[in-house]
């Protein structure tokens, strides 16, 4: 934040007025959460099957002559784009939007409890004299509780959605029963550890990211979309490719009872520990690393999404209330 304050008649765009309700916050969060992950949903759909795709069988000879099998991951040799076109010719059109209805359902409300959140802690944590300095570490901790609040209302339905990325042809609450009834209800929060052990970095470093690169773009604090829209991206894709090791073991432990799934191994990896071992032992340690490419292509744009969309309602509802 900058250490000027504002002009007198200046409308503060970066947090709501203190008399603001909380459901400014909520409703601001909502909107950004839809926003972001439905625009983007395609991608990540793509991102997760490249993530947990199908193991091949390759016979190899032995010295004595006979054959043995040995499994090796199966690697998609096209780009993003001629990936998706042969997805969509071959399952339809809406194949990629799969799961997106489980996404809308918790993203609205996970999006308003994060953002919320994220406000209460960073008003409880910095004095109102001191919101224009630059505060890295409170910002950082109060990312770090809103991803922890969010994400326990989230994670159930990450599951489902990547579920259904992964069995198109089924519906939300048909693999919602089936987890429940199959695995029991701790299978919606096999992964919840991981994704905070991804999160809460992730989301740190992208509020830390996203207001330094706004304090140094915009010192003036006025509402400027195009700057959000450019802070977002940039905070995502530095957040997206350091923490897309742990995204390929979350998604492991989602999808570990998916029917697409046959390899022993990564059907019994329920904890983090058989998860990791899992893909070293399938991939190699350059498993880690699958899907970094579209994650990347996803989350890049649905942070700027999720910022500029945020920004927006807050700077509507503020000038609203005024």
């Not at 909107?31 to 997760?48: N, R, W, Y």
């Not at 993203?107 to 300095?133: M, N, Q, S």
């Not at 991939?283 to 969309?309: C, D, E, H, N, Q």
Request: proline share 6%; glycine share 6%; charged share 15%.
């Amino acid at each position: 934040m900058s250490d000027s304050p504002l002009h007198d008649g200046d409308v503060d765009y970066e947090s709501l007025p203190p008399n603001s309700p909380l459901y400014h916050q909520l409703l601001a969060g909502a909107f950004a959460g839809i926003m972001e992950h439905s625009v983007m949903f395609p991608i990540d759909a793509l991102k997760t099957r490249i993530q947990s795709a199908a193991t091949v069988v390759v016979a190899t000879a032995t010295a004595t002559g006979g054959g043995v099998s040995a499994t090796m991951p199966s690697q998609p040799r096209t780009g993003l784009l001629s990936q998706i076109a042969k997805i969509s010719s071959a399952e339809g059109s809406f194949a990629l939007w799969k799961g997106v209805q489980s996404v809308i359902l918790g993203a609205g409300p996970a999006h308003a409890v994060y953002f919320g959140t994220y406000e209460i802690c960073k008003k409880k944590l910095i004095k109102e004299e001191d919101r224009f300095t630059y505060q890295p570490l409170k910002t950082a901790l109060s990312g770090a509780a809103a991803t922890t609040a969010s994400d326990a209302l989230m994670n159930p339905f990450d599951t489902i959605k990547q579920r259904m990325q992964l069995n198109p042809k089924v519906k939300v609450w048909q693999i919602a029963h089936r987890i429940y009834k199959t695995e029991g209800l701790s299978a919606f929060y096999y992964s919840y550890p991981t994704t905070l052990a991804m999160n809460i970095p992730f989301t740190a470093l992208n509020f830390v990211v996203y207001e330094s690169s706004t304090n140094f773009f915009n010192p003036s604090h006025s509402y400027n979309p195009l700057i959000h829209c450019i802070c977002g991206g940039l905070s995502g894709t530095l957040c997206a490719a350091i923490t897309t090791p742990l995204d390929c073991i979350k998604t492991v432990l989602q999808v570990r009872g998916s029917d697409s799934v046959t390899l022993p191994v990564l059907k019994q990896a329920d904890t983090f520990k058989k998860a990791t071992t899992a893909l070293v032992q399938v991939y190699g340690w350059r498993g880690f690393w699958r899907g970094l490419k579209p994650r990347i292509v996803a989350t890049m744009p649905a942070t700027a999404i999720s910022w500029t969309a945020y920004e927006c309602a807050k700077h509507f509802l503020t000038t609203a209330s005024l």
